[in-house]
């Protein structure tokens, strides 16, 4: 399990941490899968985790991000923050556009909550990339 993944507050060094220990974990529960699959990681306001879901899983290359389904979860977690993760089986672990959009959407639909979404990482052929990381989150 993840241990508590802080966001508050931090400094770049702790918020740097977070994603690291944030990759790690979804490098471990992606890595190797033949579908894409999405999942939704919650954690409070210290970061401690309140829960990680299965949004949606799909085929080789492509999943559904369901914003409503993000934003329920949240909700109905008591969520102060949010991770995304999912996988490219196809090896590359460089977001897509579609990556991107729908990952901006479901932060404008956090953020008028006062929810934060903390990173969306991708995983790949043993290793991720995190979009906040690579300025894709601001």
Known sequence: AV???GHHGMDGHAQAEAVDQAGAYFLRLLDGQRTE???QLCVD???KV???RVLSQGQADMTVLSL???VENALLSGASGVFLAHNHPSGVAL???ADVQATVQVRDALKRLDIRLIDHII????DYVSMAS???LR
């Open 68 to 70: 409503r389904q993000a």
């Open 123 to 126: 995983v790949a052929d043993g």
């Open 3 to 5: 241990a508590a993944v």
């Open 45 to 47: 306001g210290k970061g």
């Open 37 to 39: 699959q999405l999942y």
């Open 95 to 97: 977001p897509s556009r």
């Open 50 to 52: 309140l829960s990680c």
């Open 134 to 136: 690579s300025g894709l």
